[in-house]
């Protein structure tokens, strides 16, 4: 079996997904961006629950799923039958990646567990996506990122100082665990490959939706360890840097952070208030901090008699740090994206042409593609059992029919 030929620096890499819903499928989207080969399976009966999500096209096809499975090629596998199993360690034979999100202990019960995978394949890297991680007294609970993002401590976070804990409107921990995981894979990778020589072994990288979500509060256990400090909901203003806030204006609303002395003079001088510089409640961060709501009520004062235009082009002449707050209308009708090819459009064999987010970061030599958008339930199921392994059509047709594919 090899890999297709693709564009994007991970060309050659060949990377098998059995995770389902977003950790996992998120990590594998980013790489198959960048040219890795992904392999995602899924049960014979029952597809990826994204399929199901809005918003829906008049089609039926789940907008969420044609982005999330993009770049994938999807087959249909029962991974708890015996053949189910069998066929899995064929396909893990030359994977680089394996990826699993089931609760801590199913791929062992399947016999599709580390051991069971490093012994057919001692190269292999395996990343464990789990709501509480592969060890430690809560590992066998069930857990959602909705869950995390209240155990990392997020949402006791986020919110105003006057309302109640608030959960962020997309899938935060599980995205943010799709990021710590394709980076952790890639490390191994270069342990493997490249470091000291390379060590050509594989390893387990066991990934909980809470710790890289935790992970983003840096210098938190440090306060709390040494001061008993616990952040508290601060809204939209930074604990520990003012002004950053959103501002209304005349029509609508504009972000803008003035994290050092010398920019928050030049924003001062922009808002024709020079004599908050040598005001003491302002006169250095610490103290806007502490006093960051009359500063806030200041800048508001200037802020919502200009539009979101006007207020922009003053404060930008000022060398000033600003922006406007937008919606995905905004985004697309935006310059700066439309100059960096931000959103490119695909062509889809279910739902025509549309458009979608364009593979980034960029890279300068080999650049990622969005080849094809995601596919359906098994459409490459042939490509593979036949294509690379080899089945026979006696052997394919009777796996269809036990319902194993």
């Known amino acids: 079996m090899t890999a297709r030929e693709r564009t994007g620096p991970l060309d050659g890499l060949r990377v098998i997904d059995m995770s389902g819903m977003i950790s996992g499928a998120f990590a594998t989207t980013m790489m198959g961006d960048f040219g890795a080969d992904i392999v995602m399976i899924e049960h014979p009966e029952n597809g990826d629950p994204i399929r199901e999500w809005p918003q829906k096209t008049e089609e039926g096809e789940s907008l969420a799923w044609k982005s999330l499975g993009r770049n994938k090629r999807c087959i249909t596998l029962d991974l708890g039958s015996e053949r189910g199993r069998e066929i899995a360690l064929l396909l893990i034979e030359d994977a680089d990646v394996v990826f699993e999100n089931f609760r801590p202990g199913t791929m062992e019960r399947w016999g599709l567990g580390p051991d069971d995978v490093h012994a057919v394949n001692e190269e292999a890297i395996m990343v464990r996506l789990s709501g509480y991680g592969q060890t430690g007294p809560k590992s066998q609970k069930p857990g959602f990122g909705t869950i995390a993002e209240g155990i990392s401590g997020w949402a006791h976070a986020n919110g105003f100082p006057d309302s109640e804990p608030l959960l962020p409107p997309i899938s935060l921990a599980d995205l943010t665990a799709a990021q710590f995981a394709m980076q952790a894979a890639m490390m191994a ?180 593609a969005v080849e094809f958008l995601g596919p359906g339930h098994g459409e490459h199921n042939e490509d593979v059992y036949r294509g690379e392994l080899g089945m026979t059509d006696e052997e394919y047709s009777e796996l269809e029919e036990e319902g194993i594919i």
């Open 189 to 368: 990778i270069f342990e493997r490959d490249v470091g000291r020589g390379g060590s050509g072994e594989g390893q387990v990288i066991d990934v909980s939706l809470i710790e890289p979500l935790w992970r983003l509060f840096f210098g938190e256990v440090e306060a709390y360890d040494r001061m008993d400090h616990v952040r508290e909901r601060t809204g939209n203003q930074h604990p520990s840097t003012a002004p950053r806030n959103i501002y209304e204006t005349a029509d609508g609303y504009m972000t803008m952070s003035a994290s050092n002395q010398k920019i928050f003079e030049r924003v001062a001088e922009a808002i024709d208030k020079p004599e908050l510089v040598e005001d003491p409640r302002f006169e250095d961060n610490e103290a806007r901090v502490e006093n960051n709501e009359p500063l806030n009520a200041a800048i508001e004062e200037w802020t919502e008699r200009r539009t979101t235009a006007e207020a922009t082009e003053i404060l930008e002449a000022h060398d000033a740090i600003v922006g406007p707050v937008y919606d995905m209308a905004d985004i697309f009708s935006d310059e700066q994206f439309q100059a960096r090819d931000s959103i490119v459009e695909v062509e889809d064999p279910d739902i025509g042409s549309i458009k979608t987010f364009a593979p980034i970061p960029k890279f300068s030599r080999t650049p990622g």
